[in-house]
Each structure stands twice: as structure tokens, then as C-alpha cells.
């Protein structure tokens, strides 16, 4: 039976974009959750793309809540949106 190494792992890890700890808790739970996903995207990223990040965020999760509640979709930005950064 294969038994890859630790440094295996952690190169099997960062070729896939995760952390250690999700490819462990996958193995140990079968799947992985979501929400560890998308902050293993997260967490390499700069403070300016998850800056960017949450203002899409932001304004995804507005529009899917209009439309549950039957507002209309506007091209608005949201009043709790960050503030723009200066460019890098």
C-alpha cells in the first residue's frame, strides 16, 4: 500500500490550491466542505484581490436577495460595499 510523505502531501496540497489541513479533513470526512474551499483560495491571495473579492461578494449576495424577495436588480453599489483601493 502507497504511504506518501508528509512533503508529498504538501505538494499534492498546494498543486490543488489547498491547505494541508483540508486534504486531511476530506480524507477523514469523505468530502470537503465548501466554505474551507473558498478560504484556501483566499489565503494566497493579496490584500488588494480580497479587497476586490468581497465587493463582488457583496454585490452577488445582494442581487440573490432581491431577487428572493422580488426586487429588481440595479446596477447600484452597496452602501456597506469597501471603499476602492488606490491602485497597486
Known sequence: MFSPSL?????????????????FEAFELGETRREQEIVDLLASRSAHDLNRALRVLIVFFDAIDAKAHG????????????P?????
Open 71 to 82: 426586487e429588481s436588480d440595479d446596477d447600484e453599489e452597496p452602501d456597506d460595499a469597501p
Open 7 to 23: 512533503q508529498t502531501l504538501r505538494k499534492f496540497a498546494f498543486g490543488l490550491g489547498l491547505n494541508l489541513g483540508t486534504i
Open 84 to 88: 476602492d483601493e488606490e491602485p497597486e
